[in-house]
Every structure is written in C-alpha cells, then in structure tokens.
C-alpha cells in the first residue's frame, strides 16, 4: 500500500439565497437577514401552517432558469415542485418544497466541471440555541422561512481543494453577473457542501463511500477541508481502513472537520409531487427569451475586453471581476478616446484605484488622468525649478524640516500643489521634495 497515489473524488451542493423581493412560495418580504425582529415577515404559507396554499414566485423560476442556462444547462420543457420529507423543528410543515426528479435546468458544465443539476427549494427557519433566564432553548426564527434558494449540485469532478476553490469564485461570480442573490457567504446567502472521498489515482470508478461537510462559508475553508478530508482519507486507507460515510462540520478555529452524524443508508425522503402546485411546462420561445436576457458573462467579457481594448488577460480578467467595473471600463475607455489615453493605461489605473470608483464618475476619473498627464508631462527643468522656488520661498519650513518637524513636508507639498493647481503627482513631489531638501 505504501506507494499508492491517491486522488481527491469531490463534488458539491451550494445553496444559494435568491434576492427576489418576496419569498418563495407566499407575498412576504424576502430580507431575512435586515430584518427589524424575528419572526417578522411570516404568514400563514411560510409558517406552514395546515391548509396554507403556497403559490410559486415566477420570478425566482426566471431566475433560476437563467442560472442554469448561464452554467450550460439544458432547460427540460416540463418540471416540477416535489415534497421532500423530513422532521425537524426549523421546517414545521414537515416537509420542504424541493425538486426531486425533474429539476429546471440539468446537464451543464463549467470549465472541467459537469454540473449534474440546477433547482429550486425553500429555505427553512433559522434556529437559535441559546439560554433563556437559566435555561438552555432553541428559539426560532421564520423571516428565512419560504424564502427561495437554489441549489446547484455538481459531478464528482473536482480533483483538489484549489481546482474547487476556482470553481467556486467562477459561481460566485456569474450570480453575482446576473444579479440575483449577494452571495454573500457571511450572511449565508451562499452555502458550501463538498462531498469528498479519495481514489487510487487513475481509478474510473466512484469510492464506496462519501463525507460530506456541511454548511462552509468560505471558498478558502472549502478548499481547506476538502485537503484536510484528502489527507484523512488517505491515511485511513493506507492502514486498511475504510472511511466512514458521515457529515462532518467544519472547525474554523482548529482548522479541522468533526464528525456529525454517520449516514449508513441514504434518507428515505418519501418524495411525492407537491399536489397544491401545478407542474410547470415551458415553451422553446420562452427559454430563448429568458436566454436572451442573460447579460454578457466573465467569459465572454474577458475575451472581448481583449479583442476590443487591447488589454492583455490578465488586465481583462481584472477589469471583469465584477459587471460594475466592466462596466466603469468601458464607459471611461469610450471618455479616454477623445483624451489620447490608452484603454490599457485606464484598466491598470482602475485596477489599482477600485476604492475611488464607487464615488466618481467614468468622466470626472478620466479628467484626473489627463490632468496628471500633464503634470507628469511637464518638462524635468519646469518640475525642478517649482520645487526649488518653493523651497526658498518657505525657508522656515525648510529649516523646520530639518530641525525633524514632520508636518513641514506636509506644507510645502501644499504650497507646490498650489503652483501646480492641485495636480501635483504627491509620491514624485514628496520625493523631490526631501532630495533637495537633504542636498
Ligand atoms: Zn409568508
Ligand atoms: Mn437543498
């Protein structure tokens, strides 16, 4: 056994909150996590209370329909609500409204990945183990209650904990193109659940067995797990042992996973068709169009950022990270046109300053560029003698300078800035400044 080769079998489940306005299945306010108090947005349907008649939000449909189709999917031309059941205290119906059989959106793929599935749930009550005047409670809470969440399930593709980190900021990224949830993975807008068992490298077939680790709200601390189970698998099977199908919890403090509870069989959900809601047909029209609504994704962006721009990849990769900085790009490229400056010159300027983009505006940022072009522009002499009028101008400050008064730097860069109409380039002028000040 001991020159065996392993390799890491994962996959995943991710949860993922949609920010529609209302909930899932009722009219209630979809913001479970700026709510004012618990159990404030709730009503019958999402309390699940008896004879409640859930009524499904088409716009969390599109949604979905449109993640799946921005992940490669196939959209099946009929789908439909299923009943999965189990018993806990944060699902007081009994059940969560899932899709068991016929999911939206099937047999997409990302890169390397193949993405089994793409449908849509409820989420369930928040649950709150706490103390009460003495006493240990589970207090709940049901503004999460109904509130719709997709779940995307992957093959066991993935071969290390980077290749599943990448995978995952990708996904990330294109919810957040599409702008249908934060994603926000501190909120638990965007939920992680690798499932992870190890193979003798090169083997086709599936290991025996599966840990699934619950509930991750890090790309980073998935990465981290999925090698920490790779590790602990390998050395199980290299004394002889065989790792046991459970689910572990991840540690964020001990950098570890801990054992939850042991899965011997799968659950037996007794999953049956939802009868209070109608199955769903679409037509190939309809899907065109929500394809047709899907905005231009990192891919293709980056791509054409390339093509149209000249920016290398790597610039136009960064340029893409979010749609508001692509955005930003091009509209100050299309300003910077009429100036003389570089597409090329703006993306690296917006990579660095991607804290001023925010409150300033494509023009106003091209308008610094140029003025600071033209102070860098001046001719070295020009420079040199500002500098040095300033200095002799201002000789108690200078001597204060000297004499170790910090602040005096600080004014005689003001008094430069003054000559140059607040254009100075700071870094250069500082420079300068204390260069001949040293002389
Ligand atoms: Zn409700
Ligand atoms: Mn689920």
Same mark, same amino acid.
């Given at each position: 056994m ?8 994962v @996959? ?10 209302? =909930?899932?299945f009722c009219?209630c ?6 709510a ?16 409640a ?9 599109e949604?979905? !329909? ?11 031309? &009929? ?7 189990y018993f806990?205290?944060d ?8 899709? #068991? ?7 997409? =793929? ?5 993405? =089994? ?7 369930t009550?928040k649950?709150m ?7 240990n409670?589970?207090?709940?809470? &049901?503004?999460r ?15 290390s904990?980077?290749?599943? =980190?990448e ?12 702008g ?6 501190e909120?638990? $807008? ?7 068992s190890v ?7 599936l290991?025996p ?11 980073n ?6 090698e920490?189970?790779t590790?602990?698998? !390998?050395?199980?099977?290299g $004394? ?6 459970e ?5 964020e ?7 939850q509870?042991s ?8 999953y &049956? ?8 047909? *679409?037509?190939?029209? #309809?899907?065109k ?12 962006k980056?791509?054409r ?11 136009a *990769? ?10 930003? &790009? ?31 505006s ?9 003025a600071?072009?033209?102070v ?6 020009e ?17 204060d300078?000297?004499? @170790?008064k910090?602040? $005096?730097?600080m004014?005689l ?6 000559k140059?109409?607040g ?6 002028v500082l420079?300068?400044?204390?260069k001949?000040?040293?002389?």
């Open positions: 001991a020159n065996t080769t392993y390799e890491p079998v @996959g995943f489940e991710i949860h993922v909150e949609l920010k529609t306005a209302s =909930k899932m009219g306010k979809n913001d479970p996590f700026f004012p108090a618990p159990n404030t947005y709730t009503c019958p349907v999402c309390l699940g209370l008896p004879g008649l859930p009524v499904p939000n088409k716009k969390a449909v949604w979905t !329909i449109m993640l799946g189709l921005a992940l490669g999917c196939r959209i099946p031309l &009929f789908s439909k609500f299923d009943r999965k059941h806990y205290p699902l007081p119906k009994g059940y969560q409204i899932s899709q #068991y059989d016929q999911p939206l959106a099937v047999d997409g =793929k990302l890169g390397d990945v193949r993405i =089994k599935r793409v449908h849509l749930e409820e989420d009550a649950l183990h706490t103390s009460l005047e003495g006493e409670v589970s207090l709940v809470d &049901f503004n209650s109904g509130v719709p969440l997709v779940e995307i399930v992957t093959e066991p593709d993935i071969r904990g980077e290749q599943a =980190k995978l995952l900021k990708k996904i990330h990224q294109i919810i957040k193109y599409l249908i949830s934060d994603a926000d993975m909120k638990g $807008s965007m939920r992680l659940e690798p499932n992870i193979r003798k490298s090169g083997a086709k077939d290991p067995y599966k840990v699934e680790v619950k509930n991750i709200n890090s790309f601390f998935a990465k981290r797990a999925i920490f189970e590790d602990r698998h !390998i050395a199980m099977l $004394s002889g042992e065989m790792p046991a199908q689910n572990r919890g991840w540690n403090q001990k950098g570890v996973t801990i054992a509870r899965k011997e069989e799968a659950e037996d959900y007794r &049956f068709p939802d009868p209070d809601i109608p199955p769903m047909r *679409w037509t190939e029209e #309809y899907v169009k929500l394809a047709g609504q899907l905005p231009e994704l990192p891919d293709a980056v791509e950022l390339q093509k149209s721009y000249g920016l290398s990849q790597l610039l *990769w960064q340029i893409a990270d979010t749609r508001h900085r692509a955005d930003f &790009f091009e509209e100050a490229a299309d300003a910077g046109r009429k100036t003389n400056i570089e597409a090329k010159t703006i993306a690296n300027r917006i990579v660095n300053k991607q804290a001023d983009l925010a409150t300033v494509a023009d106003e940022f091209i308008q610094s560029l140029v600071e072009k033209e860098t522009q001046l001719p070295q002499a420079f040199d003698g500002i500098i040095t009028s300033v200095l002799s101008e201002n000789e108690k400050a200078v001597t300078y000297k004499n @170790g910090e602040q $005096s730097l004014f860069l003001g008094q430069v800035q003054k140059l109409k254009k100075a380039p700071v870094p250069q420079a300068q400044l204390k001949v000040m040293k002389g």
